[in-house]
Structure formats: structure tokens, C-alpha cells
């Protein structure tokens, strides 16, 4: 399906998060010319960058439009969103831990890590998106944009990852 304009954007951090999951799972990266680390404790590093940069900034414009958006047209989707929102503290609590330990057992918490980001990001995209775009009023698919829109500083970056001080400031 294609993805409505709205939500390309986050679609754009999804991809990015894909590669990055499959790096965590297999502990390499398939593409030839990629910078990924081969060493687990490097991984943790970059793990923990691309949080920082994408994911945080991302949890948060889903968790303050995304999510309450869907609640508001969808009510029959509240189960998922609770599921995903349940993921999204999974996750940060695991970064979290990261941080405090970024030794130990990596063979078994980074792929573990990955497969929890990976089946995040394709039930947004496969179960999440795709019942929005089929079951929202295309009215409020656009005016859902409008505001993911209204994070992004300038039209240079269609990524949400430079968003999160606007973000932080409005919910302040
Ligand atoms: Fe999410
Ligand atoms: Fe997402």
C-alpha cells in the first residue's frame, strides 16, 4: 500500500530503524558499504546514538499526535496503541539499561533489542498505518499531518528526529 503523505515522515524513521534493528539481530550489517560496527560494544554506542538523534524525538511526536489521533477516529484500534505504547517504554527502558551496563551479555540484549524495534516499526507501518489509511476520513489523515508537519523546523528535513526541542517545548 502506498503510504499517504502524512505519514511519510515517520515512515522515513521507520526505514532507518530497520536497518539499524537488523544490525542489532544479526550483529552486522548486509549492506556492502556500511559504517555499522561489527563489534557488540561499538553497537551499543551507535544503538544508543540513533535514539538520541531519531527515536526519542519520534516516541514523543507519536505519543503526543500520532497515538491520540488514532484513539480519536479509531476507537476499535485502542488495544494497539496500548501495545505500541507498551513498546515504546520497553525500549527505553532497555536504553536505559544500556547506558548503565553496555558490557554485559550483548550477544543476547542487543538482538533482543532489534527484534523488539523491528516487530514495533512493521506493526505501525503493516497494522497501524494501514488501518488508518484504509478507516480515517482523509480529512483527518491530512489535518494529522498538518500538525506532524508543523514539528519539522523548516521544509530542508523531512525527518522528525531534528523536532525534539519543539517538541519538549510545547508540552512543557
Ligand atoms: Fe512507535
Ligand atoms: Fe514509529
Redesign the pocket.
Known amino acids: 500500500m502506498k503510504r499517504h503523505p502524512s505519514l511519510i515522515p515517520?515512515s522515513h524513521?521507520?526505514h532507518d530503524a530497520l536497518v539499524v534493528a537488523q544490525g542489532l539481530i544479526l550483529g552486522r550489517s548486509k549492506a556492502p558499504r556500511s559504517d555499522w560496527p561489527t563489534a557488540r560494544r561499538a553497537q551499543v554506542d551507535r544503538v544508543v546514538a540513533f535514539f538520541a538523534q531519531t527515536l526519542w524525538s519520534?516516541?514523543e511526536v507519536?505519543e503526543a499526535h500520532l497515538f491520540p489521533a488514532v484513539i480519536a477516529h479509531l476507537p476499535g484500534a485502542a488495544d494497539l496503541v496500548g501495545q505500541l505504547l507498551d513498546e515504546h517504554d520497553a525500549m527505553r527502558t532497555r536504553i536505559r539499561d544500556l547506558e548503565r551496563d553496555p558490557t554485559t551479555d550483548l550477544d543476547v540484549r542487543l538482538p533482543s533489542l532489534g527484534r523488539l524495534l523491528d516487530a514495533?516499526?512493521r506493526r505501525?507501518e503493516r497494522v497501524l498505518f494501514a488501518t488508518m489509511q484504509r478507516e480515517m476520513d482523509p480529512a483527518d489523515l491530512e489535518s494529522l499531518g498538518t500538525r506532524l508537519r508543523r514539528r519539522a523546523p523548516d521544509g530542508a528535513s523531512c525527518r522528525l528526529s531534528s523536532t525534539v526541542a519543539n517538541t519538549r517545548a510545547d508540552t512543557r
Do not use: A, N, R, T
Open positions: 515517520l524513521d521507520h519520534h516516541f507519536e514495533h516499526v505501525e
